[in-house]
């Protein structure tokens, strides 16, 4: 399908005055202009050319958007001289420009997280006719009252909409899947002397109808003031992560990664890029620490542990989310570890010379990476990810997972009681592994499936993908 973005309005409400180098629509979210994450989420959900309708400071629109190559969709402008009649108006201006029976409607300032438009797409595969995203639970909006009103019918299609509508049930999100029929509908609206898509979505709906599609839960908002940008900002930082982080990570570590993710996405830095910082910062804290350096190589391993955590962030912001990247990024993760137990070794064993010593800190370094060898396997496995946050039950509390592990690197270090911390990690490490993979076993003893039907899901297309860079956070 095409897609159509409406980014005519002036903006007022947001701008103050209608300038002509002032354009909400590229108001910046994260480090991206709102109408850019628009493109790129629809981009991921395989749409490759996108008509965007112009009106108000069009010239500074295509200057920043240009064709498309850099978002990695086509890009076709419209331009609307009845924009300021209102966005029904703006879309007629594209009906020549539609090339498919069915596309997607956004408003250029409407934010909403890539599942939103995901679950839009997977529901037009196989639903007929027009679409609208309703959101059931509009608490969370900035300004919830000022939402466009759906009155559902028995059968979850629309049967009312308006600003003033009484009796509702849900809002509208501005995301539609639309036929070609709603043209003469909005022209039918025209001749009543109302340019709303409001109004020719009545008409649409009293003639080949209008679906709906639920996404309360997830997020999104319409951006007509600086607070509701204030408030898009906000849900887009709790959409980066990813609810099966450790309890460290939870606490601690995503209070700061988000904040340096904002820094990495402004500064254009790529996932991998800030997985090699991540990487380096262990380097340095494992030699800190093989040179008896414990307070500057305690800090520089949460460090690494914190900056871990921000290349998934930086993926997910940036719409660059890759298999490669989650890959990269947890092979340098395990050497991380490595080089950081490595270099506690060295300045244990020479302190001590013990024999206990080294067993220690081998229990430490070889029961590092298994918890993490165990969520790959239970993915190969079941085809589903390994929540630990579902799966892991009390265990959780021991801080055996990478953020705690590198949490008790960093206690050890700045109190010196490093053969302390590394011991305690030794036994919770492989402890958590036994117990997970007692927890595997009961789980593929009661599937219904026989274990034949692992042959299937290592089918590359049925293998679950990395979505980002995550290993901190929950492994």
């Not at 900056?307 to 962030?313: F, L, N, Y």
Request: aromatic share 6%; charged share 20%; proline share 2%.
């Amino acid at each position: 399908m095409d897609a159509v973005i409406l980014a005519a309005g002036a903006g007022t409400r947001m701008n103050g005055s209608a300038s002509a180098h002032q354009h909400k629509s590229l108001c910046d979210l994260m480090g991206m202009a709102v109408i850019e994450r628009g493109i790129r989420a629809m981009r991921d959900c395989g749409i490759e050319r996108v008509i965007v309708v112009t009106g108000h400071a069009s010239d500074r629109l295509q200057e920043r958007l240009g064709d498309g190559r850099a978002q990695g969709v086509q890009i076709k402008y419209v331009y609307s001289s009845d924009w300021e009649r209102g966005n029904g108006a703006s879309l007629y201006a594209a009906r020549h420009s539609v090339r498919s029976e069915r596309f997607v409607l956004a408003m250029s300032d409407h934010w909403y997280e890539p599942a939103l438009m995901k679950r839009l797409v997977s529901a037009a595969k196989s639903t007929e006719g027009s679409l609208l995203c309703v959101d059931r639970e509009p608490e969370g909006l900035h300004d919830p009252d000022d939402a466009t009103r759906v009155r559902l019918s028995a059968s979850s299609d629309v049967a009312e909409i308006g600003k003033s509508l009484e009796d509702f049930d849900a809002v509208d999100c501005g995301v539609f899947i639309l036929t070609t029929d709603i043209f003469p509908a909005l022209q039918r609206a025209f001749t009543d002397g109302d340019y709303s898509m409001t109004a020719g979505t009545r008409y649409l709906m009293s003639g080949s109808g209008l679906g709906t599609v639920d996404v309360t839960g997830l997020l999104w908002e319409d951006i007509d003031t600086e607070g509701a940008r204030e408030t898009a900002a906000r849900k887009i930082r709790r959409s980066l992560m990813t609810g099966d982080d450790g309890l460290v990570s939870h606490h601690l570590n995503r209070r700061i990664s988000i904040q340096l993710s904002r820094v990495a996405v402004r500064l254009r830095l790529t996932p991998n890029v800030v997985s090699m910082i991540a990487f380096s910062l262990a380097i340095l804290a494992g030699i800190s620490f093989a040179f008896g350096a414990l307070i500057p190589g305690a800090l520089l391993a949460q460090l690494s542990s914190i900056i871990d955590g921000s290349d998934g962030e930086v993926a997910r912001a940036r719409f660059m989310s890759s298999n490669w990247g989650g890959f990269f990024d947890s092979m340098l993760d395990r050497l991380a570890d490595s080089a950081i137990y490595i270099g506690i070794g060295i300045y244990l064993v020479q302190d001590s010379g013990s024999v206990m010593t080294m067993l220690v800190v081998f229990g430490a370094l070889a029961g590092a990476p298994f918890s993490m060898m165990l969520k790959d396997r239970y993915r190969i496995a079941t085809g589903k990810p390994w929540r630990s946050t579902e799966s892991d039950g009390l265990s959780r509390y021991m801080l055996a997972t990478r953020d705690g592990r590198l949490f008790l690197v960093m206690i050890g270090g700045l109190t010196g009681q490093l053969l302390i911390t590394t011991a305690y990690s030794a036994v919770t490490t492989l402890a958590l592994l036994g117990w997970r993979m007692a927890l595997v076993q009961r789980q593929l003893r009661r599937a219904s499936a026989p274990v034949v039907a692992v042959s299937e899901v290592r089918r590359p297309e049925a293998a679950a993908a990395f979505i980002g860079s995550e290993e901190a956070a929950g492994d």
